[in-house]
């Protein structure tokens, strides 16, 4: 089993919808989460960190429940500039090892 | 500021040659990783260092890879007797510190490629 699991998708969706990435982490000792965005052939940028009581960054909101040891990313209101893949990323130490899962691609049409 | 810099951005070797992959991390970063991405999966860990040595190399899949930093800044990442399953996309990172929230840039990467 893969330590980070997500649906690598294509998710296809039009402008202006609403689309949700969920990920599952299987080390419960797992610390800190984040999303990064991977544009093509390009490197993984942070998009944002996920903290247990959720956060949002405009139109973008992330969930962490660590009972279910999963982890979800929302966007509202798809921008065709979203197109990516959408990296779930997990620090299980103290140190700054990160576990990447497969990534989600999205792509947004107009 | 500069980010990440890595060279070459490309490699094209033969079967059992030796590379060498540089990174140049953002100045005054103390934390430096490498991780390498293979087509259609995600950044998979090497190694990371925290000032000149190696605090996990847990991620180097076997003898033949090597990493060093001696000064505590840029990096080299080696690979001997190059196999074509080591062919892939290796990307460099640093941060600020080597703490968990501790934001990590990315290098473009370089391409590797084992014929």
């Known amino acids: 089993r893969k330590e980070v699991e997500q649906d690598p998708g294509p998710f296809n969706v039009p402008e202006g919808a609403t689309v949700a990435f969920n990920c599952t982490y299987s080390n419960s000792a797992s610390q800190s989460f984040f999303w990064y965005r991977q544009d093509c052939r390009k490197e993984p940028k942070l998009l944002m960190s996920?903290?247990?009581s959720g956060n949002e960054d405009g139109r973008f909101t992330a969930q962490l429940n660590r009972a279910s040891q999963y982890i979800s990313l929302l966007i509202r209101d798809s921008k065709l500039s979203d197109s990516a893949t959408y990296l779930c990323?997990?620090?299980?130490?103290?140190?700054?090892?990160?576990?990447f899962g497969q990534g989600t691609e999205l792509s947004v049409k107009p | 500021g500069a980010g990440v810099s890595q060279t070459p951005s490309n490699k094209v070797t033969e079967k059992g040659k030796y590379v060498e992959l540089r990174c140049d991390p953002i100045?005054?970063?103390?934390?430096l990783y490498w991780y390498r991405q293979s087509l259609g999966q995600g950044p998979e860990f090497l190694i990371y260092f925290q000032g000149t040595g190696a605090a996990d190399d847990s991620g180097l899949p076997n003898d033949r890879f090597f990493a060093v930093r001696p000064e505590g800044s840029v990096s080299t990442l080696k690979i001997q007797r190059t196999e074509r399953g080591d062919s892939a996309v290796y990307l460099c990172?640093?941060?600020?510190?080597?703490?968990?929230?501790?934001?990590?840039?990315f290098g473009p990467g370089t391409r590797l490629t084992v014929l």
């Open positions: 100045s005054g970063h103390t934390a």
């Open positions: 996920v903290y247990s």
């Open positions: 990172a640093s941060s600020f510190l080597a703490g968990r929230s501790d934001t990590q840039y």
């Open positions: 990323v997990v620090n299980i130490g103290q140190g700054g090892k990160l576990i």
